[in-house]
């Protein structure tokens, strides 16, 4: 059973503040990672991808990828109270499809 | 926009009755995927299409269960004899190319349809 663990929260930080998501996969084979934001009531939206060791950053977004440790992150500088969601976790799996976590919720206080 | 497009949106059935979900992709993509989201969890997968060719249906949780995209375009999930733990939302989303590079694997999710059994 492939699995994917994420810390479901809620995570509350300041608006401002860095806000540090976290996520362990058990697929060795998986070779792509994305990260998606979804609303309350709304469908996952794309925020990054990462395939390779080490960081990316995009903007405010930085995703952090480390296969040995088989661990993804995502880092989220001058949260904003629009940042405020639950944030999905998930590396393709050998099909082609996304194996999802249950998700972070993350709260932003102003 | 040229977004995926789901429909209903929403859709209330009597346990015992058939539905039947659609998923228009994006235009020239070729992958399309169905999941399904139980309340407070993320989603989880049920088929894969490339083109027409249903290549992955080991997510479908039951043989009442069914989807099709016989055109290669706009695809159908079907629920037979509908039970209360089908009630969920069911998300389609669509990728350029599954089986290719990583940019043509990013996938595309429309609004999905919440599906209510009663």
């Known amino acids: 059973q492939k699995e994917v663990e994420q810390n479901s929260g809620p995570l509350s930080v300041p608006e401002g503040a860095i806000a540090s998501l976290n996520c362990t996969y058990s697929d060795r084979g998986s070779q792509s990672f994305f990260w998606y934001r979804q609303y309350s009531g709304k469908s996952p939206e794309l925020i990054m991808f990462?395939?390779?060791?080490g960081d990316k950053e995009d903007g405010r977004f930085t995703a952090q990828l480390n296969k040995a440790s088989q661990y993804v992150s995502l880092l989220i500088r001058d949260s904003q109270p629009s940042d405020s969601a639950t944030y999905l976790c998930?590396?393709?799996?050998?099909?082609?499809?996304?194996?999802f976590g249950k998700g972070t919720k993350l709260s932003v206080k102003p | 926009g040229a977004g995926v497009s789901q429909s209903p949106r929403y859709k209330v059935a009597k346990r015992g009755q058939d539905v039947a979900l659609r998923c228009d992709p994006i235009s020239g993509h070729v992958s399309l995927f169905w999941y399904q989201q139980a309340l407070g969890q993320g989603p989880e997968f049920l088929t894969y299409?490339?083109?027409?060719?249903?290549?992955?249906k080991s997510g479908l949780p039951s043989d009442r269960f069914f989807a099709e995209r016989p055109e290669g375009s706009v695809s159908t999930l079907k629920i037979q004899r509908t039970q209360q733990e089908d009630s969920a939302v069911y998300l389609c989303a669509s990728s350029l190319d599954g089986s290719r590079g990583f940019l043509e694997n990013i996938q595309y999710f429309g609004a999905g349809t919440r599906l209510s059994v009663l």
């Open positions: 998930a590396p393709r799996g050998s099909q082609g499809n996304l194996i």
């Open positions: 299409f490339q083109n027409e060719a249903q290549l992955d």
């Open positions: 990462i395939y390779s060791n």
